[in-house]
């Protein structure tokens, strides 16, 4: 990592910090409903919502915490000097949106078609999932796969917002968390790699 990539922690962290002010203060609320409003238009198609809800099914956090122990695994055979250092962020990454989820207590949206448990901001699915994807992207250079891991971080985030389960503000504030602990994490590797 170049050096002045490091300017990058404290801008993730005040991006983070100016949109759960925003939040806050009900800044958001236009952009997360017009974003919900305007997916929702794609309700009659069948086969989105079939894609959409299988995706989120398929990435439960658990199920992506139990992916990303398989891919730890991998990780850990393939030799990456790095892996003790990745793992661990990810680990952080996992433990700072749980603790984010009760510290904010952000409600749901309260939408008809949705009913779900639990706090809103950030959304979960979005967070464990970043976490699988970057470790994916450690394992594969390959340009075509990492497309298609990018496309499915964006369909997460559509699909839980399609799905009523979270608010536009919530999935971005789930990236901008994973891109500040990855920027962490690379300013560790570059001061303390030999």
């Known amino acids: 990592m170049k050096k002045s990539n490091i300017y990058f922690i404290p801008l993730y962290a005040a991006l983070f910090a100016?949109?759960?002010?925003s939040i806050r203060l009900g800044f958001t609320d236009g952009a997360d409903r017009l974003a919900y409003l305007f997916l929702r238009k794609f309700a009659d198609a069948g086969w989105l919502e079939g894609y959409l809800s299988?995706?989120?099914r398929i990435f439960k956090p658990f199920h992506a915490t139990i992916i990303f122990i398989i891919v730890t695994v991998i990780?850990?055979?393939?030799?990456?000097?790095?892996f003790w250092l990745y793992t661990i962020?990810?680990?952080a990454s996992l433990a700072i949106g749980t603790a984010m989820k009760y510290t904010?207590?952000?409600a749901r949206p309260d939408v008809e078609h949705a009913a779900f448990d639990g706090y809103s901001f950030p959304s979960m699915h979005v967070l464990s999932f970043m976490v699988l994807v970057t470790l994916m992207f450690r394992l594969s250079r390959n340009i075509y796969i990492r497309a298609v891991l990018v496309f499915?971080?964006?369909?997460?985030m559509i699909s839980r917002i399609y799905?009523?389960?979270?608010y536009l503000s919530d999935t971005v504030a789930s990236v901008i968390v994973i891109a500040l602990i990855l920027h962490v994490m690379e300013e560790?590797?570059?001061r303390y790699s030999g």
């Open 163 to 166: 799905l009523g389960a979270h």
């Open 188 to 190: 560790v590797k570059t």
């Open 18 to 21: 100016i949109l759960a002010i």
């Open 54 to 56: 299988s995706l989120s």
């Open 75 to 82: 990780y850990y055979f393939k030799k990456d000097p790095h």
């Open 104 to 106: 904010f207590q952000r």
């Open 152 to 156: 499915l971080v964006i369909s997460m």
């Open 89 to 91: 962020g990810a680990g």
